[in-house]
């Protein structure tokens, strides 16, 4: 749409006045029908972050290294600073070592922590030690206490998932360090003794106005149960037999900004393609498979971590003879509520 | 408000002409500021109810007896064709012998039914052979096919709720016989399997528009683990630990018009007396305890059936050394809905 | 579904002892799946009801005949105590002689009127002083006092539409006298002043919780207006040219229970018949036509009311050479709130 | 948050890795927690940009020089191409000389215009001719095709507001030109007649569900009279007397993500100081007055353009003796619909 205008020395003064000015003529606006950046389709190897991960773990004590260990994931369509595994998520992988503690914070972001590995770690949400093994999914909603600490033998590792980048290129990000290193304790899996059993509620709850769930730690051995529960006629054409986690004093999305999934491909299983006005990071907790991504084949294995940005054509294969179980953090509630979702088959 | 007008031949002729017109004056309208009927509160007795079924058992074979062996419970301060525990709800007691059946048919009004003793006894809802064990809730949703029966080898009781009398009042009751005497069955606790963890929800699944539960049978075994993981700060002043059950799609009740509460008052508990803008029927499920409605006192024991009629003055209390664990249906949700609920402490 | 058990003394005694607990077996209850009463269409000439106004005028001072001068439209199909011109709707009119005054009250039924004849009367709602002129809607919310008198010098006859069948069925009606006569006047046409322009809402203003509009007098200029800017393709098969009068805050109805509706048939219009689960009261603002109502055909002309009960198939008419504008009051957002509204065109 | 590790080659080699399979320590990520780029309060001068306009019309035919003479305010703290007035919205302003069309196209972004001066032009919406007069607020939904021109005699300007730097974040722009240069007009003011009589609505008519005003020409005669019929109790410490537009069907904002809103400030009205989380930009389409914006102040004029970018802390000052009235667009929807919106007197 932008257009060459023949040069005149009139039209090189008055570009020269409008930009002075702070200001800018749309014919000459190149780019501006395109997104800023261009999130790109990518995959990235448990082969190659793990050990990045282990060396983080001998060369960056934690009391010396920042807060917390983490790495990020970054896609190489979007500049570095931007943080984004996605144009909205920024994803990232914890390592913390037996007896480590991650100090007490809060920040506008919220955030979704998916175990990989170890177990005896915990999360302190707001005073709820959220015991953390395999499988786990914790949450810490956006400004909430939380600091982590680590009380058993083996290494452990965790996937992080915010809506870091959506929440900076809106002009809204907000930390604090916690007075003290830690937080105080109340007990132990608190709001998942209490709210696990979703459909009772107690009458005097009311659900948070910002939609986002009172239960902090949706373990695993629930997540496996539902997820085997399922049968042929649950499954999606586009997804096979995929699971949402949901808020159940609402049956929205965990938090106000992402929603989470678990799905199972069963073993021959071929997706449908589609395109979707969401972005998704996913991790392969179980088998093997491929997904292909605006016509490029990512072959994955367990443990790696792949990303389909927003409105590219995906589908997925598992050609073995097993189950794949991916687990995925996906940006999808701020299209549908803004009413800016939309999905194609073409 | 209404006035005595002196009488004369002109308004004796007046009087006349307007009735014969079909309408009336507002002025000699005394009672219309009234509710057209009053339901008073009631308890009805274990001890006297109980005897009946028993005798029903023996005196109606099913066959022979109408299909259904039902009690119904009739407040006495309601003319006995409303059909009302309350103004709105209908309450009664199903009685079904081993080896008995209760055909096939589908109603508008919506059901819920709370399993007082016995077991192997089901519902088939629409397919779904829901097995009923003591306290267990089983849903059969407005205009859906349902019929029971019974393997077990004693005889089951249950209770009834349905939104009948408001229903009727509103000139909406629609009744269909299924074809044949059973509807066939496609597997065993389906929904109960798919969606009693309240907190995963297949992908693809839509909330009714109705706002019903997906989850047909609610098992005893988790309300009770739900009830027993509620602490202190749980509890309300007027009902102390009170659980709804919810509708895991949407957090809503789990009809559209009937919510069911299971609630355990603590030894030494009285609670505070209140006046909603709702109708109760509680079932005594466990312990014995008092209620003080609209003044009156009720003591109540283990599988008695009380109810609390709208913006009626209520309270608690367990003198025992145990837990009470009450079960009921609330008409709460009409009157949420349409902007009409209030309470009040006076 | 009822049945009759071979009569023996055993059965005798059970059925006795049955009742004397205040229960009923269901299999004699041959009534149950009917509506407790059943409405039928009606029609009340004006011919008819606008000389008992008169004669009211006449007979029954208002300082003397209650507080006002209402009659009420009965459904002979109703018992007459339940005052409904359907199972939920009170109907009925209105008359003040000038210099009259209705006092001030409140009550826990919401109101709507519909100026018939006269100008200079008012309704003080909360202060604002609604002027009442042919073809406004003025509403008196649930709670909210009011009070009514006339300035002008020929007789006010309006349209009364309460929710108080309903509201009585559901055991639901408060009444309350305003300490004084009248209440004071804040101002004239105040809240038509300031949300007559739907399509601009003070920043601070919060819609109220209940659903009621903000707008108490719907001016007949602007529905005019509206009901000659509709074009064919507004127009529906079952209601022609109809438009829903709306709370400007929310798009839903005027009252939590009862919506208005003004519509226009043009001249040889037929709409198609349909079943709803909703019941109406017309009044025929202009024009004349008929309607079919369950097989029966209703001529009404200006001036007429006549209902539709729940479910009753109808369809409209209007074979004059000029539109016909019909008026109603409608109790479907009770239905539709609850998820019970369906419709049919069978 | 960030710390300088002692640099050793281990550590050097380990970054090196890190960054090499695209990823990124959060230790040294020092900027992560701020936004990514930050805007800042600025006010663009009538006086400067009003002549700029004049110049492209000389030195830019439309025909030659892009379709659209559009000039951009570009905030001074953003980097250009993110073509923003502030995080999310661009806002400009387009000059269309008399007989001259901006061709058909649609695009995923909204687009509000407010028009500054001239009368005859107009914007076709799906064939809805909207005519624009000064004060006119004129909506293009997102992917609506729409083309502007111009049967007047003196040039036109107008304001446009985009939600462009948001959906570009998001990598969510679409583009599409129509097939002809022009589409066709099916008549004038066609929304405008339908449904500016916000409390009235077809009863046909069903909300967008995406939230999206089915009006898309509001009228300055009646935002002019929503104004004027303000009263001091509607008045807002922050705002003093500010009306949002909204959508007649729900009372929502014009657009999904952004809302306009029309304000007047009362002679000698100095409003309290809040930060929000929302950003804004306000034409002064009357009078004069200041804005002190995170310290600074801002002496604006009619005609002038400023922003405050989100959290600022913000206040209105009117000394002058006449009314200041002040058009804005805002881009609160988005944060109220993620559960984000919050707001500080500090």
């Known amino acids: 749409m932008a257009v060459d205008l023949e040069s005149t020395p009139e039209l090189g003064q008055f570009y020269e006045d409008v ?31 793990w050990p990045l991960c282990q060396r983080s773990g001998e060369l960056v004590p934690i009391e010396r290294g920042g807060e917390r260990r983490v790495l990020a994931f970054l896609n190489p369509g979007l500049p570095p600073e931007m943080y984004g595994a996605t144009h909205t998520l920024w994803v990232a992988v914890q390592y913390l070592q037996p007896g480590e503690i991650a100090p007490a914070h809060r920040h506008s972001a919220g955030a979704i922590r998916f175990i990989l590995q170890g177990d005896k770690a915990f999360t302190n949400v707001n005073g709820d030690k959220c015991i953390m093994e395999r499988g786990d999914l914790v949450l810490t909603p956006a400004w909430v206490w939380h600091d982590h600490g680590h009380e058993g033998k ?32 109340l007990g132990e899996n608190l709001t998942e003794k209490r709210h696990h059993i979703g459909q009772l509620r107690p009458a005097l709850a009311e659900p948070d106005p910002t939609g986002t769930s009172p239960l902090m730690n949706y373990k695993w051995a629930q997540a496996e149960e539902a997820l085997h529960a399922m049968s042929p006629e649950d499954a999606s054409p586009y997804d096979d037999l995929a699971l949402e986690y949901i808020n159940p004093f609402t049956g929205g999305s965990v938090l106000p900004t992402m929603t989470c999934w678990i799905q199972r491909l069963r073993p021959g299983v071929h997706t449908r393609p589609r395109r979707q006005m969401t972005s998704k990071v996913f ?31 995906h589908e997925h294969e598992n050609d073995s003879s097993a189950d794949a179980v991916l687990f995925s953090v996906q940006d999808t509630p701020i299209f549908q509520k803004l009413g800016l979702y939309r999905e194609s088959d073409e």
């Open 19 to 49: 930009q002075r000015h702070h200001m800018t003529p749309l014919w000459t606006a190149a780019g501006i029908w395109n997104p800023v950046h261009r999130a790109i389709p990518y995959l990235w190897h448990r082969d190659e972050y």
């Open 283 to 313: 991790h392969v907790f179980e088998g093997h498979g491929s997904s292909i991504i605006d016509g490029q084949r990512f072959e994955w294995h367990k443990g790696d971590f792949f990303c389909v940005p927003t409105w590219c054509r």
């Open 154 to 185: 083996e290494p452990m590792i965790w996937m992080d998932g915010l809506d870091l980048p959506f929440a900076r290129a809106l002009g809204m990000v907000f930390f604090e360090p916690y007075p003290q290193h830690r937080q105080p304790v």
